[in-house]
């Protein structure tokens, strides 16, 4: 059970940090990370609320039981991450340096949560 809520707290860390500071600061996260920007700061801020919203789901799942729940985060992270690895082997993305190391962490951190998450259910028996 600790393994689990662990797991948690640790899923809804990245996922709230990621998610305030798109909320917050979309065009001044695009360019620090040296992603590609949209037209509009609306849809990283958006996009920023959904990683924030999710964040919480995980931080109430682990209190109480009541949120997104282990499974749900693997599947969102590892959809996530092989969508993102793909956008990188195969969108002929123009990235600078920063913006590449940036992503690709993301996509592995990403897959590699999932793949912890997976390890972890398996291994112990973590009811979703």
Known sequence: MKSK?????????INLGLGALLVFFPEGVVLALGV???????????????LFGIGLALLLER?????LGLY??????LSGGLVLGLWL?????????RG?????????????ISVVEI??????????
Do not use: C, H, R
């Open 5 to 13: 809520k662990l797991l948690l707290l640790i899923d809804a860390i």
């Open 36 to 50: 590609p920007s949209a037209e509009s700061a609306f849809y990283p801020s958006i996009l920023g609320a959904v």
């Open 63 to 67: 209190n109480s039981g009541n949120g």
């Open 72 to 77: 749900g985060a693997v599947a969102i992270n």
């Open 89 to 97: 082997i195969f969108g002929g993305l123009q990235l600078p340096l």
């Open 100 to 112: 590449e190391i940036f992503l690709w962490g993301l996509a592995i951190v990403l897959v590699g």
């Open 119 to 128: 390890m972890a259910t398996q291994k112990v028996g973590i009811p979703g």
